[in-house]
């Protein structure tokens, strides 16, 4: 079954910034895949394609069926973006209403909603935060938070843009393990290579709004060349090599 297929997508700016040039991917499900590229390559122009909050030219289906004006609201249940920004995710006072929103939406009970409410933070290591305030949160803090708000519904499709970034390393580790453990289809945006290596079965490599590289994750890292001249490793022994001394060091 195919989670996402897109054809001939292409997206411009209202500024006139060509961000997306005629992109073919396809998602099945259960797979991972990695999104890399520079800055400014089109991923997080492409993800928010996934669910509909932009549209360009071209064919988005999630499952088969196309995001159109029609069918956004239905799919966007289906598909679960943690944007790159968790400032732009985030918009409640206190941590609960933000993790509870679209489960209230779906006019969930109040005992539902508290129940999944704190077991998605205890997934994301924010047990009991429910009573904070948002904005007093550390960076780090609130991406977790981020990630709470799609964890909690249960999507089909989970889309995450540079979900590690501003993680410390243990919350790093755990989130992996926590991606490893849920069976969705995912597509993850990010820069951190080791991670994309641990945890996603296929790769797609975008630079300029196109797709350079795409296929199996083990043949697309194994082009050391391609990712250099794409800017993803400044030196052969970076990310992509055996576990680090430190970790070795410290057992
Ligand atoms: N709202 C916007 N208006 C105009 N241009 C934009 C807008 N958002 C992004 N762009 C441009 O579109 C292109 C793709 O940006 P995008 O954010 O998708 O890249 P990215 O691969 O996610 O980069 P990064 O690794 O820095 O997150 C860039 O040239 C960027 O400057
Ligand atoms: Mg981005």
């Known amino acids: 079954m ?10 411009t700016y209202p500024d006139g910034r060509v961000a997306l040039r005629g992109v073919n991917l396809r998602v ?26 932009l549209s360009g030219q071209g064919v988005v289906r999630i499952f088969g069926e196309p995001i159109t ?30 993790v509870a929103f679209g489960l209230l939406c779906q006019k969930k009970p109040a005992e539902e ?14 047990a ?51 991606l490893a453990a849920l069976p969705q289809a995912k597509v993850i945006a990010s820069h951190d290579l ?3 290596q641990r945890l996603c079965t296929h790769v797609a490599l975008l630079d300029n709004g196109r797709i350079v590289a795409s296929g199996p994750a083990a043949e697309v890292l194994a082009h050391r060349d391609l990712l250099e001249a794409h800017g993803l490793q400044d030196s052969p022994a970076s990310a992509l090599s055996a576990p680090g001394m430190v970790e070795q060091l410290t057992g």
């Open 69 to 98: 004006a029609k069918t956004v609201q239905r799919i966007r249940r289906r598909v679960g973006l943690v944007f790159q920004d968790p400032d732009d995710q985030l918009f409640m006072p206190r941590v609960f209403d933000d």
């Open 194 to 196: 080791g991670m994309i």
């Open 128 to 178: 009991g935060f429910q009573e904070r305030f948002t904005h007093h949160l550390s960076l780090g803090e609130r991406k977790r938070v981020a990630i709470a708000t799609v964890l909690v519904l249960d999507c089909d499709i989970l889309l995450l843009d540079e979900p590690t970034a501003n993680l410390d390393p243990r919350g790093r580790r755990e989130f992996e393990q926590l």
């Open 2 to 11: 195919t989670a996402i297929e897109i054809q001939d997508l292409s997206y």
């Open 113 to 126: 909603v508290r129940r999944r409410v704190a077991q998605a933070l205890a997934q994301v290591g924010l």
């Open 28 to 53: 099945a499900d259960g797979d991972v895949l990695g999104l890399v590229g520079p800055n400014g390559a089109g991923k997080s122009t492409l993800l928010l394609h996934c669910n509909g909050l």
